[in-house]
């Protein structure tokens, strides 16, 4: 179908990407109807504040809901369908089935459902155990962090586990972070970067457990969590208790669509799914030409940048989405960012600044190519290396800079 005739938008998924879709389409001059179905009853809001401003109290919930530039969200002159999760695609037809049982026709379609927060093996329903995706997941988790617990464990120690991690410890709880793997966030930064995160959670101090696995968890016989067996043998006593291992993409209600699914949507690369149909954030999947990966990003920047640049190939425009990939974490009084595409198997070298001081750049290197760059407090230089990234340098030019 060509864009010109396009009269009736759809966007599957009330996200960051979904959102910054819909305000992309009105600022290339769309003006045929748009319908966006969200799971949640809330309006697109930002996510990284729960585990941060929200989580600590510092922000109510009521600062987070996004708005376009410039604009109020009624000037984007969307049908919002709330609280009501898409339930099947049917390519055929062109429609949307709503868990409802209603159908929503499209001629054009975004698919921006994102992700959901894994569970561990046979994990129960308890009172006081947590996961944290959404607003009502962080709301339910102040609360019972207001109620100022004895012992806090997080379960893994990626980005979202230590940010909450350092939440809670400002807040001034006692905190046990548990990661199965030798250090944090091993497969992307690699050990010797790994061991400097841990440094700093253990000197802010948190008891940092590494190598270290659920086996399960043990109520108080009221249903309420009063500790978690550990792989090791042990037992840690925890009031409250967060899983943070990590999100898979929400591509139930896709089972039988006819979309290519292997772990995420998987399209072309201009983020194209199918005829009509564009994916973007973290759901999507797609060949990254710029790093010759096909590859799917959990990123905040990349949804909002993915959800803009499949609007535009809803209406017709064919460039390849290339991004350089970046990151960034606040864990205490430390900026951590990340831009690239780094791995544990990468060459790492220290260009700024110095471990010691916790102040620093660190460039990532593979096949004579420099590849990632990661930065703590050093976010001018960062956004340096990225450009060079972006321009394909050296790993050699890289270093010589």
């Known amino acids: 179908m060509s864009s010109r005739n396009r009269r009736n938008i759809v966007v599957v998924g009330a996200s960051l990407a979904g959102f910054r879709a819909v305000e992309e389409l009105r600022h290339q001059e769309y003006d045929g109807a748009i319908t966006v179905v969200g799971a949640e009853p809330h309006l697109p809001y930002d996510r990284p504040p729960l585990s941060k401003q929200v989580l600590a109290g510092a922000w109510d919930a009521e600062r987070l809901p996004l708005t376009p530039i410039g604009k109020d969200v009624d000037d984007l002159d969307v049908e919002w369908r709330l609280g009501v999760a898409a339930s099947a695609l049917d390519l055929g037809s062109d429609d949307v089935e709503l868990a409802d049982g209603t159908r929503v026709p499209y001629d054009g379609l975004v698919i921006a459902t994102g992700a959901a927060v894994r569970t561990l093996p046979g994990q129960p329903e308890l009172e006081g155990l947590h996961t944290l995706r959404t607003l009502d997941d962080c709301l339910a988790l102040r609360a019972d962090l207001d109620a100022a617990p004895e012992r806090v464990v997080v379960v893994g120690a990626g980005f979202i586990g230590a940010e909450v991690a350092a939440t809670a410890r400002q807040r001034g709880l006692e905190v046990t972070l548990l990661e199965a793997l030798a250090t944090p966030l091993q497969r992307a930064l ?183 760059v990661l930065g703590m407090n050093r976010p001018r230089p960062v956004m340096e290396y990225r450009q060079l990234i972006a321009d394909g340098v050296s790993w050699e030019d890289a270093l010589a800079r």
Request: charged share 25%; net charge negative; with cysteine.
């Open 190 to 372: 690699g050990d010797e970067m790994g061991r400097v995160c841990a440094d700093i959670h253990r000197e802010h101090g948190v008891d940092l457990r590494l190598s270290t696995g659920v086996d399960g968890f043990d109520d108080d016989g009221h249903g309420r969590l009063r500790a978690i067996r550990l792989t090791d043998g042990t037992t840690v006593e925890a009031d409250v208790a967060v899983v943070g291992v990590g999100v898979a993409p929400s591509t139930a209600w896709l089972a039988d669509s006819g979309l290519t699914i292997d772990n995420g949507v998987v399209c072309d690369e201009t983020c194209l799914a199918a005829p009509d149909v564009v994916a973007a954030g973290d759901i999507a999947r797609w060949p990254n030409q710029r790093f010759g990966e096909v590859m799917r990003v959990e990123h905040w920047e990349n949804a909002q940048e993915q959800g803009a640049h499949a609007a535009r190939r809803l209406l017709g425009d064919l460039a390849p989405y290339e991004p350089v990939p970046w990151f960034w974490s606040d864990q205490y009084d430390r900026k951590i960012q990340l831009a690239g595409r780094s791995s544990a198997d990468d060459e790492v070298q220290i260009v700024d600044g110095s471990i010691e001081e916790r102040r620093f750049v660190a460039l990532y290197g593979r096949a004579g190519r420099v590849v990632g």
